[in-house]
């Protein structure tokens, strides 16, 4: 039976995904009227049926990865869709595209196609960075330890980068690649060292120990700062 901090979470979650599904929807149709395109011209020349585009922009359901990729190709900034100015939306979006490259090879190489997804998500997300002059990067450490959990235990690596990705949050509006790997490593190795003792589903055993990482996290850095104002 789930805890109270678990509906808690639960509900969070809930509300979060509902609320980003219809800030996607309402970009879309801003992209769209941009580009000077009616709904049912869109919906066509994207592939989808005219309901189908309503739905996306009401934010009644979430756009896949087919749907952006053709949507990208008639001028829609996908970078804007997914996260308005936020630099992590184009690394998302080619996650999903590798989530569904992996998706239909997983069956012949035995790999993780979400372990994949996030994978590339944290990778693309570190590129990027780079690029944007941040020093919170990965080092080379982390990012072959990282590869190394995914390919090897691709269940583990991807509920763990999921938990980590909703937790992290509580530290800081934007998680660096940095903090979000050393977290991620964090938990695995807490989650190892306890295993033997957790009786639930792998799922709800990683976010048990995700969410002590995190808050341990949280009180240590809220420690710092308050060493910096009282110096």
């Known amino acids: 039976m789930a805890t109270e901090r678990e509906r808690r979470l639960a509900n969070k979650l809930a509300e979060w ?51 952006l990729e053709a949507a990208e190709k008639l001028g829609v900034s996908l970078s804007y869709i997914l996260d308005g100015e936020r630099v992590d939306g184009l690394p998302r979006f080619a996650a999903h595209l590798a989530y569904q490259i992996f998706l239909k090879s997983a069956p012949l190489c035995s790999i993780d196609a979400v372990a994949m997804e996030e994978l590339f998500f944290l990778l693309g997300l570190d590129e990027a960075n780079k ?47 940095r903090l979000r790997a050393s977290l991620i490593l964090q938990t695995i190795k807490y989650y190892d060292a306890a295993r ?32 910096n104002h009282s110096g």
């Open 17 to 67: 995904r509902s609320r980003f599904q219809r800030e996607v929807g309402e970009r879309l149709k801003e992209e769209r009227r941009r580009l000077g395109m009616s709904k049912v011209e869109f919906a066509k020349r994207v592939g989808v049926h005219r309901n189908t585009q309503t739905n996306y922009e009401s934010g009644e359901r979430e756009p896949d990865a087919d749907y």
């Open 196 to 227: 033997d003792k957790l009786h639930l589903s792998l799922r709800d055993n990683i976010r048990l120990v995700a969410d002590d990482v995190v808050e341990l996290e949280r009180e240590r850095k809220n420690e710092m700062r308050g060493h």
């Open 131 to 177: 690029l944007s002059g941040s020093n919170q990067v990965l080092d080379e450490e982390l990012r072959d330890a990282l590869i190394r959990e995914a390919f090897q235990r691709g269940d583990v690596f991807s509920e763990t980068a999921k938990a980590i990705s909703n937790y992290a949050l509580r530290i800081c509006e934007e998680p660096s690649p």
